[in-house]
């Protein structure tokens, strides 16, 4: 079998929105596999069956319910409300074979668009509870005095936990957060933290002594500015529940999550 992400297409296709798993070609290379599903869902998550106990719903053990204690490996990835995985098997005659796996994951309950008044939020938990992240901190050790004595200016606190905590990647596959701000904006006095497909800019104001005080501003792409009265971290929860946005994304995912690039190192 010739392995494209159009044959994935018709895989997935296969098996549907719903529980449901095959048993693939002998000769159809997992890794291969592997890595056409890394290309569209980010890094895996790896199902340790008989050495981490760690693996439960929230992390993908529905995954291996149809191979009871069949299966042998087995990568997952959390794709809105579906848990998609591949790895191999052994079918019933006891053969080691490739799998793909679809089941049905259980996301957290929508939150209110805003908090009630007078409630003190950290956004950046909230923003966790929005994308059902469920995996430890991707970049703990980050030199944040190093990188901030490099761009000439302290960061905010809740950029520096979104870096920490999810590391490499993009909220819904499209929103992708920056490991460390881009300065190319800076005569306009922006730093930008986060950028979209649509080419729109994601950005700090940084005016003043105290960077948690930064307003966002987006830099859309026929070069607007946007300004918007809140923390980054704010900004994307927001922007990810709420359907009346000027940049929502809630129009066009149901469920949210994060799409790590890489593991940790």
Request: glycine share 6%; proline share 7%; charged share 30%.
């Amino acid at each position: 079998m010739e392995l494209t992400q159009s044959t994935v297409n018709d895989l997935l296709d296969r098996l549907g929105p719903g529980d449901d798993h095959m048993y693939l070609p002998g000769d159809l290379d997992p890794e291969a596999l592997t890595d056409l599903l890394a290309d569209r869902y980010g890094a895996p998550r790896t199902l340790v069956l008989d050495a981490d106990p760690t693996v439960d719903d929230s992390r993908g053990a529905a995954l291996l319910v149809p191979f009871a204690d069949r299966a042998v490996t087995m990568r997952a990835w959390a794709y809105g409300d579906q848990w998609v995985g591949t790895g191999t098997a052994r079918d019933a005659e006891g053969v080691e074979r490739p799998v793909l796996v679809v089941a049905h994951r259980e996301v957290p309950e929508p939150l209110a668009v805003a908090p009630d008044e007078g409630e003190d939020v950290d956004w950046v938990e909230r923003l966790i509870r929005i994308t059902g992240w469920t995996q430890p901190a991707r970049r703990p050790d980050v030199d944040w005095a190093e990188a901030e004595s490099r761009l000439g200016t302290v960061l905010p606190s809740d950029y520096k936990r979104m870096v920490e905590t999810f590391g490499v990647g993009a909220f819904d596959g499209y929103l992708d957060l920056n490991q460390e701000p881009w300065t190319r904006l800076r005569e306009d006095g922006l730093l930008i933290w986060a950028g979209t497909e649509h080419e729109d800019l994601y950005c700090w104001r940084a005016d003043g002594d105290d960077p948690d005080r930064w307003p966002v501003v987006v830099r859309s792409f026929d070069s607007q500015d946007v300004r918007f009265d809140c923390q980054a971290a704010e900004f994307v929860c927001r922007i990810l529940v709420d359907p009346h946005h000027p940049f929502t994304m809630a129009r066009y995912f149901d469920t949210h999550w994060f799409m790590n690039y890489r593991t940790n190192d």
